[in-house]
Every structure is written in C-alpha cells, then in structure tokens.
C-alpha cells in the first residue's frame, strides 16, 4: 500500500505570493495533520483535519489554512509568503484523532521564500 | 505552555555501543509517547511508542517511560552507522496532535 503522498516535493516562492501543498493520506485513513519543520527543529502542529472538519489547529496566523475533501486528502495553503516561512512541511495521516494515535508522515514539502 | 525539552546533542557512540537518549515532558496530562528518527534531508518515521509506565522493547530498541519524573528514553542496542540521525520525541497532545522537541542528533563511529 502507498504511503502518505505529498506534492510538490520542493516549491521556491517569492514574498508575498501565496502557495498550495497536497496530501494524500494512507489508504482507510481519515485523519491529516499538517506539521511545519524549520531547519534545526522539530516539527511544529498547524492543523488537523478529520472527516473534512478542522479538529485542532497550533499557534500559526491567519494566512494558514487547510481542507480535507471527501476523498480524505487534505491541501494546505499559505498567502502573503514570507521569509520566515522556508521549511519543510510535513503531513502526516492517522486513522482517527485519539491523543495516543500514531501518525505516519510523508516525505514533506521543502519551502523556500526569496 | 507544554513542551518536550531534548538535548540537542551531538551525540557520538562507538560502533556495537548503547547510545541513550533522553526527553522530559511538561504536561502531565499527556498519555503517549513516540520516538521518530528522521535521517537528514528525510521526513520523521516512527520508530518506537509508549503508553504506559516502564520498558517496552522492539528489536534493539527499548523505549521507557517514567511519568512520574516525566521522562521517557530511548535506548539504542549495538548501534551501528546506520542509526546516525536525528532522533525525535514527541508526546501526545490534547488535539490528537504531537508536541515534538528539538531532536537530539546522533552519530555512530565505526
């Protein structure tokens, strides 16, 4: 079975555009969690999403925000780029939202902002 | 403001040694604990978790747990070179979400 997949794998950007990353999750996973990862650091919350409806949501502005489709594959989407916004960022797939699930990421999304 | 707090390292072991890494945790309230390694360039993967108070071993691997002191630990059996990367913590929070701390790197010398 594929993993979680997500697209593009690298996107350069310039301050002040906007930019949409994708998901897919796990096959029978109803769960996306989306994750930012600044170099040197761990991955920090943005989102979770399940049954398409946002369930938490970390200490990240306004111009983040996120879906999920029927098909339980999830989209990210950042306006107004920053600089301060180049990094890795992840999604991860879980079967539901219980504080002991395990989640399983994908290969990321690596962000520059010029 | 809850927090998982990791040395940061580098951490270097010989070949065939025991390498150990450690974390705490701020909030007592969290009930499972999970160890990523995510080599450089990679994304994390999961490769140990933690529920309950004391040891839990996968291969050479052992994972422990102390909510009392608010630890948890890693241990690495015979560590070979393929086991140099970032090591993850992370604990769970109360939005199915995971707090993760800083990473502690890891480096096996043949």
């Known amino acids: 079975d594929a993993g979680v997949t997500q697209s593009p794998t690298h996107l350069i950007k310039t301050r002040g555009q906007h930019v949409t990353l994708r998901c897919s999750p796990i096959s029978g996973h109803k769960s996306v969690s989306w994750y930012q990862q600044v170099l040197g650091q761990g991955p920090q919350f943005i989102f979770q999403?399940?049954?398409?409806?946002?369930?938490g949501r970390g200490n990240f502005p306004d111009r983040f925000s996120a879906r999920q489709f029927p098909n339980y594959s999830s989209e990210l989407n950042v306006n107004a780029l920053l600089l301060g916004d180049s990094a890795l960022y992840l999604c991860a797939s879980s079967p539901g939202t219980a504080t002991n699930e395990k989640l399983f990421f994908g290969s990321g999304t690596q962000l520059s902002v010029l | 403001q809850k927090e998982v707090e990791q040395n940061s390292g580098p951490l270097s072991v010989p070949e065939g040694a025991i390498a150990s890494l450690n974390c705490t945790y701020s909030d007592r309230g969290s009930q499972s604990f999970f160890w990523y390694r995510q080599y450089s360039g990679k994304s994390p993967e999961l490769i140990m978790f933690?529920?309950?108070?004391g040891d839990k071993e996968d291969g050479r691997f052992t994972a422990q747990l102390n909510k009392a002191s608010q630890y948890v630990s890693l241990l690495i059996r015979d560590s070979q070179p393929s086991d140099s990367a970032t090591y993850l913590c992370a604990a769970g929070g109360s939005q199915g979400n995971l707090i993760f701390g800083k990473g502690t790197k890891l480096s096996v010398k043949p």
């Open positions: 999403y399940y049954e398409k409806e946002e369930r």
């Open positions: 933690i529920y309950s108070n």
